[in-house]
């Protein structure tokens, strides 16, 4: 962590490698729309990437990926985004007075982003990742990711009262400077392509997918599949993910307990012990007091002396 707060106005060395990488990152994004033949519109999901930078929203690569998506729908519906834009807010007025609604008007050009290219998708997907993790590593140095400690605050002498400080802003907890190296540019590209190489991979896979196929098996017992092909594709595509993300964490667990010394295993396995069998033990427990306070009574009774008073309720445990 950086102790010295840095200005708002200030931009360090690793801030300006970030900023210039996440603006490099959204020039080339904007490549492939351009590409495809959505002319200036192919800028503006980049111009609010940039606009988001300059600020330092945390919710900028959000933004990014909603404009993205709000060109897709607007491609795909055969209209342009500022368009669908003035339809929407129509709709929403219409729908608050309580009047019907209109049609969309639609132009007959096929839709420029349906047609798959492969190559143009691929590189879209990694200069995307290659923004988002320049963008969030940007606030990193210039920002807090993580919530403030409000009692983390700049102490300044008071100049009205010698010997006593006053408490300044809060400190913002910031990634030390040190610490960024331009070198890491070259493993993000090949962490990018490599996962936007197995998302390729992926939706291949996916969109040759269908219930009839898949379930066969199920026709020579008389069960009939009748499930959209779309719906299909969506609960593999939710059953891998649930399935690699159970493996993950099963994995994650076993490689934490490996971590573990011996005094901090035992400490675990007390816990889960407790955790398991806490019902067992008190009522255990309940009945050995209740014996013990009823064998203490027996001996009291026995040698003449008064018995003791039972420090809780002397009923029976169930």
């Known amino acids: ?9 200030e931009a360090p060395d690793g801030a300006r490698f970030y900023a210039v990488l996440a603006l490099l990152a959204l020039l080339a994004a904007a490549l492939p729309l351009l590409l495809r033949g959505l002319e200036l519109w192919a800028l503006f999901p980049s111009l609010l990437g940039a606009l988001a930078l300059a600020v330092r929203w945390r919710s900028g690569p959000a933004l990014y990926l909603l404009a993205l998506l709000w060109v897709g729908v607007a491609d795909r519906i055969g209209v342009t985004p500022w368009e669908m834009l003035e339809f929407v807010a129509v709709a929403l007025v219409r729908l608050i007075n309580q009047e019907p609604a209109v049609s969309m008007h639609r132009s007959l050009a096929p839709p420029r982003l349906e047609e798959q290219v492969p190559l143009l998708d691929m590189f879209q997907a990694v200069v995307v990742l290659i923004y988002v993790a320049a963008h969030y ?3 990193g140095v210039t920002r807090n990711l993580f919530p403030l400690d409000r009692r ?4 300044r002498p008071d100049p009205e009262r010698p010997g006593r400080l ?16 331009p ?12 996962c936007a190489s197995l998302g390729q991979l992926l939706w291949l896979w996916v969109a040759a997918r269908s219930a009839r196929r898949d379930l066969d098996g199920l026709r020579y ?14 609960a593999v595509l939710l059953w891998l ?12 667990a076993y490689l934490g307990q490996r971590r573990l010394t011996a005094d901090e295993a035992a400490l675990y396995l007390q816990d889960e012990l407790w955790r398991q069998t806490r019902r067992e033990q008190s009522r255990i427990n309940r009945w050995l007091a209740w014996g013990t306070r009823n064998e203490a009574r027996r001996k009291a009774e026995g040698e003449g002396r008064p018995a003791p008073a039972p420090k809780t309720s002397p009923q029976k445990p169930s």
């Open 221 to 234: 017992r008389g069960i009939n599949i009748n499930i959209d092909r779309g719906l299909w594709q969506l």
């Open 241 to 252: 993910f649930s399935l690699l993300l159970v493996v993950a964490a099963g994995v994650i």
């Open 137 to 139: 590593r940007f606030l």
């Open 152 to 155: 983390r605050r700049v102490r």
């Open 1 to 9: 962590m950086s102790p010295n707060p840095i200005r708002r106005d």
């Open 183 to 194: 070198h890491e540019v070259g493993p993000l590209i090949l962490v990018g392509a490599v």
């Open 166 to 181: 006053v408490l300044g802003p809060i400190l913002e907890q910031k990634r030390s400077q040190d610490s960024v190296d």
